[in-house]
């Protein structure tokens, strides 16, 4: 999901590539570009535009896979205007009526975890 091109010949990535997701909402893109932590990014219009590439690749996996729900994890999600990413996602998401749901994850870091032993249990 991360490395959906959405600008062409954009910033570059830390997988080789360019333009790239990644390179524009995670914590190691703003980093590249601001050269600050995402923690220390106080502008309200450079979240704003990371909210704009957030709804765009939302869109682009939306159009793909038709979720009813979205969840969004990692520390930068928690920077990130939601309620911005979602009126951007309902501007840019045309073909559809209703954009899907889009939350924050509640289960955190280890929620990966959480998926590995629940997926164990099940195999048992």
Not at 76 to 93: F, G, T
């Amino acid at each position: 999901f991360t490395h959906q091109i959405i600008v062409p010949d954009g910033a570059s990535c830390n997988c080789g590539g360019r333009g790239h997701l990644e390179s524009y909402v995670s914590g190691s893109g703003l980093l590249n570009t601001y050269q600050k932590k995402a923690e220390e990014i106080t502008d309200p219009k450079i979240w704003d535009g990371v909210a704009k590439y957030l709804a765009i690749g939302l869109n682009n996996v939306t159009t793909l896979w038709s979720p009813d729900i979205i969840i969004l994890g990692g520390a930068v999600m928690k920077s990130i205007p939601l309620d911005a990413v979602k009126a951007y996602l309902k501007e840019v998401l045309t073909i559809f009526p209703q954009a899907p749901e889009v939350e924050l994850a509640k289960l955190g870091d280890p929620a990966g975890l959480y998926g590995a032993l629940a997926l164990l249990k099940m195999v048992k």
